[in-house]
């Protein structure tokens, strides 16, 4: 028997009601930001900003498909909103598998980020990565993701690092990535949830580079391996916490090196700047993505 996708999208205000009022009537129910849309004026409960829109998928057998799409359609109107929900056919397949499928190819020049589910056609000079995100954030599609690659590939250009910080490692994508440019270097890949670092230590042998890589569930600093002295650091978190986190970086960034900051919106960068030229920092380099800045500070 045919299975069916029915994919909705939907403002962030009714998702949770949208979601409720599905659950009973499907196979199965999964629910994404998307990331394209621009940043809601809220947080979550953790404090991360989330998307304006979220895309909502019911998987369904073909008998269930056109009363699984009438009555999507019906709760997004019973909360105030009109939409056209969007049908498609998948394969009767391990649903978990047709996920990471699914999972969008994302290319930031060289590199082409895809599931480990999935085959990129890779051209000359371009480096494939191999990143299932599943429980941890970092698949790649993220504004701020995008913008902390493209400002790394700047710098890799004119700077061989040696050791390197990866603060909130989330699927370690972006250490992931610098190391299969500069396999040399050594990375200590660090997040605040155990399910990150889980999920970094499996995408790092992905991508055959868990050699010289190091994986830490820490708070920040706390962990007494991080008290290292490190030429470059990604730290794509939010603006409060990279605040508060200037002055041990002032500590553990050795003179010259450098910090590719992101997880804020334009609005925030001020904030974040005054903290780190504060701290001993200049800005290298910024770019702005979708309302999300990510910022490269080299250490005077």
Sequence with gaps: MAKYLVRCV??????????????????????????????????????????????????????????????AE????????????????VENTNWLLACHQGQPEIHVHPFVIHSS???????????????????AFGSGEHPTTQGCLKLFVQLAKKHQFKNVLDMGCGSGVLSIAAKKLQPHMHVTAVDIEAEAARRTRLNTK??????????????????????????????????????????NMKKHIQPGGHIIVSGLL???????????????????????????????????
């Design 74 to 89: 019906t709760a997004a109107a019973l909360l105030g909103t009109n939409i056209s929900a969007i049908v498609e056919e």
């Design 206 to 247: 992905l991508n055959g580079c868990e050699h010289n890589y190091n994986v830490l569930c820490s708070v920040g600093f706390q962990h007494p391996q991080t008290w290292q002295q490190y030429d470059l650091c990604f730290a794509n978190i939010l603006a409060k916490p990279l605040v508060r986190l200037a002055p």
């Design 117 to 135: 589910e999935s085959t990129a056609i890779l051209k000359p000079g371009s480096i494939g990565l191999k990143i299932n995100a599943a429980t």
């Design 10 to 71: 939907v403002p962030y205000t009714i998702v949770e009601s949208f979601q409720q009022a599905l659950e009973d009537i499907c196979e199965s129910l999964i629910v994404f930001e998307d990331s394209t849309s621009a940043p809601a004026p809220i947080t979550d409960e953790n404090g991360f900003p989330i998307s304006s829109l979220f895309q909502v998928d019911m998987l369904c057998e073909d008998v269930d498909v056109q009363k699984c799409k009438a009555q």
């Design 266 to 300: 334009d609005k925030q960068a001020p904030m974040v700047i005054n903290a780190y030229i504060a701290c001993g920092f200049a800005i290298d380099s910024q770019i702005s993505i979708s309302g999300w800045r990510s910022i490269a500070f080299k250490k005077n």
